[in-house]
């Protein structure tokens, strides 16, 4: 009995490398078809999606012809726009869906802020499809914020979005969403950026670190009165509007108040800004030189 099990699963993985290889051969006589993934962690907050929509809207301006796909991360905001009736795809799912329509050419994008849990996640995904080879090639663009250069730009997108009325004795909060990822650390970094031109702007973070009690003592040590509190997001979904803005007694907003700062919370994700959509955009561009000539439109 043994042996007709160990025979059965040797027959079978011999059946499976004759169809992987033939599958993979097959592509090569395909015509090229190039795509698009762009993936996000995702948001339910209806208000969010015009981030996402400026996102959509630039990539497919900048490289016309190209199909454009869309997939989240997150399996929770997942069922909640399901239970609304509207229903997204997981990265894996949505890879699928581009073998079926027959796509030998895939940029995947990250729409992540930084390189943490849910962007390795993605890397593996990504591998795991270039593995078994149903894609001619496919690459995957960094996040956000992942090289000095990108930092660089990320510095000079923030304060090109910081309101025109903001005096220089005023505070800007930038808030991003934390992680226990080693690459929280980047939003310390960004700080530094920021400060050798502007010391008045702090980045703190929901879940991780710098956090919203150390920048009220900073704050306090400055003797700062007035700070506009942006979120460090893609979004200005539900962090934002009740982390960061909200009548909570938890929320900066009423943690700063109480500590004598006045507040002024400006409910704009980053992807809403053009300066920061074109840091993704360059690397949507640089995934697309990746998969070989021909590839930019």
């Not at 592509?27 to 948001?43: Q, T, W």
């Not at 399996?75 to 699928?96: F, M, N, Q, T, V």
Request: glycine fraction near 8%.
């Amino acid at each position: 009995m043994m042996l007709v099990k160990t025979s059965a699963v040797a027959l079978f993985a011999v059946f499976c490398l004759i169809t992987m290889d033939g599958f993979a051969a097959g592509d090569h006589e395909r015509p090229r078809k190039e795509g698009i993934l762009l993936v996000a962690f995702g948001s339910s907050e209806k208000t969010a999606q015009v981030s996402f929509e400026n996102i959509d809207r630039k990539v497919k301006e900048a490289y016309p012809g190209i199909p454009v796909r869309w997939a989240y991360t997150s399996h929770i905001i997942r069922e909640k726009l399901a239970g609304k009736g509207k229903y997204l795809d997981s990265p894996e799912a949505a890879l699928a869906k581009m073998q079926d329509q027959n796509f030998t050419h895939v940029a995947v994008q990250s729409l992540h802020t930084i390189g943490g849990a849910e962007f390795h996640d993605l890397h593996r995904t990504v591998s795991a499809f270039r593995a078994m080879g149903g894609f001619e090639k496919i690459t995957l663009g960094y996040p956000l914020m992942s090289t000095r250069e990108d930092m660089e730009k990320v510095a000079a997108a923030v304060t090109a979005s910081i309101p025109a009325e903001r005096s220089k004795k005023d505070a800007v909060l930038l808030m991003g969403h934390g992680t226990h990822h080693p690459s929280n650390a980047f939003y310390a970094a960004l700080m530094f950026q920021l400060q050798l031109d502007d010391p008045n702007i702090f980045v703190g973070t929901v879940e991780g670190y710098p956090e919203v009690d150390l920048l009220k003592q900073l704050l306090l040590k400055k003797g700062i009165k007035k700070a506009y509190m942006l979120p460090f997001m893609s979004v200005a979904g539900d962090h934002a509007k009740n982390d960061m803005a909200g009548d909570e007694e938890d929320s900066w907003v009423s943690i700063l108040t109480g500590a004598g700062i006045k507040c002024v919370p400006v409910l704009k994700g980053t992807a809403e800004f053009d300066e920061y959509v074109a840091i993704w955009g360059d690397h949507v561009g640089e995934s697309l030189r990746q998969l070989g000539e021909g590839s930019i439109h």
